[in-house]
């Protein structure tokens, strides 16, 4: 891992945030503005950014990779609910939202920039499968979870969401292209291409537009943002490495984890907050509270990951 290019792309990541936080300011940007982006964003830009990863010949060995990364994040998400469920019992106030802060990372809109950048196309390649097991524990566990607190015990599980998203959609057509070496149209490739570039500024301007619509002096004074936060930003990233370190994975595939897992808290979690009836301005706070701290975090954490490999 090349810790400077992290740096420097961590400092692209919140400039580029900065500049969504000044044009929400500045009326630029719009409350359905930001909606429409991150639309933009979840149903096409993020799967061409995935399918493009995708376009390569079939590569046994990219394949078993694919398969560690998906069964790794599996176990690293039962984990997290398990962390989750300890420290934010049922009696604590807001305890669904606080726990879907703590369980799902930001691996979409904050990982796959970095990924893209540190790994370049096999990175993505790679951790696209993290944002899939993150799609199947949303739709399932989370809206379980969110139902249950809001009291809306007859939504029960949308499996149809669960394999009709875009994320999802998304990978299988990738994973077509992978599994039969097919070579695409260069118009189509291209188009592909652009969209997917499309993903590191569109996504940090959404985030900085997030971070814009917050009272960052009520966040601050709110204590239990950093108990959150402890856990999302430090406590599993720390038991991923701890993973990854004594158990025999494969090099890049503990990289993509690792990065994949040190994202602040996912902004999910404040959609589906909305969705299913709890409350989603407490999930848009510790979202937005959480994407500053990452700027210490996730450099920290990387790179003692990268001490102890090294």
Not at 183 to 192: G, K, M, N, R, V
Not at 195 to 208: K, S, Y
Request: include cysteine; charge should be neutral.
């Amino acid at each position: 891992m090349n810790m400077s290019s992290l740096y420097i792309q961590i400092i692209v990541m919140f400039l580029l945030i900065c500049v969504g936080a000044i044009c929400y300011k500045r009326n630029m940007i719009t409350d359905d503005g930001s909606a429409q982006m991150s639309s933009l964003l979840m149903t096409f830009v993020a799967p061409c950014v995935i399918i493009h990863s995708f376009c390569r010949p079939f590569d046994p060995a990219m394949f078993g990779k694919l398969a560690e990364s998906f069964i790794a994040s599996i176990v690293l998400l039962l984990i997290s609910i398990t962390l989750a469920a300890l420290f934010f019992r049922k009696d604590t106030p807001n305890y669904a939202d606080k726990r879907m802060c703590v369980i799902f990372s930001n691996n979409g809109f904050m990982a796959l920039p970095l990924l893209q950048a540190l790994y370049g196309d096999d990175g993505v390649f790679i951790g696209s499968i993290n944002i899939v097991a993150t799609n199947i524990l949303l739709w399932t566990f989370g809206v379980w979870l969110l139902t249950r607190a809001s009291g809306q015990t007859g939504n029960g599980v949308n499996w149809q969401k669960i394999v009709c998203n875009p994320g999802i959609i998304g990978f299988f057509i990738g994973l077509i292209i992978f599994l039969g070496s097919f070579q695409l149209p260069t118009a189509l490739e291209s188009a592909i291409s652009f969209m997917g570039d499309l993903n590191t500024p569109l996504a940090m301007i959404v985030l900085g537009v997030y971070l814009a619509q917050s009272n960052l002096l009520d966040i601050i004074k709110d204590r239990s943002m950093y108990l959150v936060s402890l856990c999302r930003l430090i406590i599993i990233p720390l038991i991923t490495i701890l993973i990854v370190y004594f158990l025999p994975f494969d090099h890049s595939v503990a990289n993509t984890l690792i990065v994949s897992i040190a994202t602040p808290c996912a902004v999910a979690s404040s959609m589906f907050a909305q969705m299913f009836g709890t409350n989603y301005h407490y999930s848009s706070r510790i979202i937005a509270f959480s994407t500053l701290l990452s700027a210490v975090s996730m450099p920290v954490m990387l790179g003692f990951y990268e001490m102890l490999m090294g």
